[in-house]
């Protein structure tokens, strides 16, 4: 196995970041430094991350969480803003979050111990549904739902057909739900600037067959059976 799957597998990071980890030389195979990630290991073999030790996880596990805003789907943030990793408590194992959700926007995050599980479930080809509740502020051009239901092209990006119907209005808002597969960057955030509409609440509640469902702001619980 290469050593930045095996890096990914433990869920420490993404391979992307295991990648970068060597390159910042903070990867060492049998206490040697790796000096590149498509170097091969074999299970006898000793990794160590940042002085730590790792092994692949053979139970993949599963938890979800309720992402509050202005908390940061990432390990470490430059401008020193709260993650979502300060919200897991101390005795939990190394985690990695499947996806991400923006800074402002809240809901489901799942988390896993295993960067392969976490990859098969973010890939386009896996084909998993999100569902987000919108609040927005007036109410919207039902055209302009159409037109976003079949598919529109923004500045050059094309986004494909995405599904929004209307929840329910309470003036002088209007809440939405929006189902898509594709889930590019802040999609739902570009598709509703290009159409003017202001978003003043923004949840994710489910993603694939997993459902926040009754959790609160912060708080997590494990899934015991993984689809």
Known sequence: MRIAKFISSAGVCSRRNAEKLIEEKKVKINNKLCMHPSTKILIKDIVKVNGKIIGI???????KLYKPTKYMCTNYDPQKRKTIFD?????????????RLDYMSEGL???TNNGDFARKLELPSSNQERVYRVCIRGTPNFEHIKLINKGIRIKNINYKKI???F????NPYTWLIVKLKEGKNREIRKIFEYFTWNIAK???IQYGPYKLQN???GQICEIKKIR
């Open 109 to 111: 995050i799942l988390l």
């Open 215 to 217: 959790l609160h702001e």
């Open 167 to 170: 929840e329910k209005s309470v």
């Open 202 to 204: 923004l949840i994710r």
């Open 87 to 99: 919200l897991i408590p101390n005795h939990y194992p190394r985690v990695i979050s499947i996806g």
């Open 163 to 165: 599904h929004i119907k």
């Open 57 to 63: 996880n053979k139970s993949i596990k599963l938890w």
